[in-house]
């Protein structure tokens, strides 16, 4: 089976600090993945989606960046933090064909100080 | 920008009343209609993903319909239990090459009082 795996769960850092989040997917292969992020009071925002290795999409101007380096590895990064960057992260995957759901990790709490 | 609106944003209700909660998205260029439940301290988890016009899908006590000629989806749970209480989300995904990306609504946030 299917799983995903999201990491740290929580992370308080300052403001102009660099940021890492990492998210792997294993028991399948090619997957779509994608970067959500949940502000304070607002929706689920697609950041980012990947449909192969070294493949990124931008959705939104910002102050991150993502990268699959490995097929089933998906990383979230920026190199100066804003305070407007925090939030709820969460990574999704999901076959690039079919009609199935995103299965999600379980997301890092995003705290700039 | 493609706009998906659920309605109401909250809601309360007793145990063992049915509840209803709507969800609106472009009727145009319309591939798929997901719904997750997503509850405090855990994952999002899809209920259903709904393609046709006039579909109707259940999982236990929860059911929900679509109309992509008009734009809209009801989710409906009958007898509503305590362990229902959860932030419902309803995702749009558009045809043509959008590579399964999902414009989400902002939720509608149910509490179930025992």
């Known amino acids: 089976s299917q799983t995903i795996h999201q990491w740290p769960a929580t992370l308080v850092q300052p403001v102009g600090s660099p940021l890492s989040l990492e998210c792997t997917v294993e028991g399948t292969s090619n997957p779509n993945l994608y970067w959500y992020r949940q502000a304070a009071g607002r929706g689920l925002q697609l950041l980012f989606y990947?449909?192969?290795?070294g493949q990124i999409s931008s959705e939104v101007p910002q102050n991150l960046s993502a990268s699959r380096p490995q097929d089933r590895q998906f990383i979230l990064s920026s190199k100066k933090l804003l305070l407007s960057d925090s939030g709820f992260y969460l990574c999704a995957w999901r076959w690039g064909r079919g009609l199935k759901g995103y299965t999600f990790g379980s997301g890092t709490r995003l705290t700039v100080v | 920008i493609l706009n998906v609106e659920q309605s109401p944003q909250s809601l309360h209700v007793q145990e063992g009343d049915s509840t209803n909660f709507t969800c609106s998205f472009p009727s145009s260029n319309f591939y798929a209609l997901h719904w997750y439940r997503w509850e405090t301290a855990k994952s999002p988890e899809a209920l259903f993903v709904m393609t046709l016009n006039g579909d109707e899908k259940k999982k236990g006590r929860i059911s929900a319909t679509l109309n992509t000629k008009e734009g809209y989806s009801y989710l409906y749970i009958k007898g509503s239990q305590p362990e229902d209480s959860a932030t419902y989300l309803c995702a749009f995904n558009a045809g043509g090459t959008s590579y399964g990306k999902l414009t989400f609504g902002q939720g509608t946030i149910l509490t179930v009082h025992p």
């Open positions: 990947s449909v192969g290795i």
